[in-house]
């Protein structure tokens, strides 16, 4: 049976994928803002001038890492909170998609505001597609009593803000290990717990 040669545009986009993957890693390692070209190029075995073949600006390679930990995330969602997910599925398909790459994402959380615009608009684009598949499963859930009636922004808010607090304060929490393996099934029984109806797990 004949193997087939890569074609050119298969080279060059086996290329563009290892410049992207390169990148996350060694963000997740250094920092995004401490990340340079140069150093992607040494890391991937290649030459400085091939990453501004693939991206213009240290700014696009930027984007399309942001973009392909967005993919992730979103395949994951997709993948373990399909239809009738409970908030709970939806939830637990977050931290999922989180530790997939953690590192990288607690490196967004906390220089968030240091990206280039359109992956600051990319990384709003994650957390909207979590808010809508909370905000089907909540629906659900707040019209059959299982949870309590409340804005679902605010839901979402509360939730991320508790995860991004520990990822942001990797070190603190889970010095050396996985936040999402130490604290995540903590954190996801302690949230769904606040949700429940009052008389329904504690002081409510």
Do not use: C
């Not at 939806?90 to 607690?106: C, I, K, M, Q």
Request: charge should be neutral; proline fraction near 4%.
């Amino acid at each position: 049976m004949a193997v087939e040669t890569p074609t050119r545009a298969d080279k060059k986009q086996q290329t563009r994928t290892l410049l992207i993957r390169t990148a996350l890693d060694l963000m997740a390692e250094r920092g995004i803002a401490a990340t340079r070209t140069i150093d992607v190029a040494e890391r991937a075995g290649l030459a400085h001038g091939t990453v501004f073949v693939h991206f213009t600006t240290r700014d696009d390679l930027v984007i399309a890492v942001v973009g392909e930990h967005a993919d992730q995330i979103a395949g994951r969602l997709h993948e373990l909170a399909g239809d009738g997910a409970t908030v709970r599925d939806v939830l637990a398909a977050h931290l999922a998609g989180l530790a997939e790459h953690e590192a990288f994402h607690s490196r967004l959380v906390m220089e968030g505001s240091l990206l280039p615009p359109y992956a600051r608009a990319t990384l709003l684009g994650i957390q909207s597609a979590i808010s809508a598949h909370l905000a089907q499963a909540a629906e659900q859930e707040m019209a059959t009593g299982m949870i309590r009636r409340m804005p679902v922004p605010l839901m979402f808010n509360t939730w991320l803000g508790l995860i991004h607090h520990y990822l942001s304060n990797r070190e603190l929490f889970a010095p050396g290990q996985s936040v999402v393996e130490r604290w995540g099934p903590t954190l996801l029984d302690h949230y769904v717990g606040l949700l429940r109806p009052k008389g329904e797990g504690g002081k409510q």
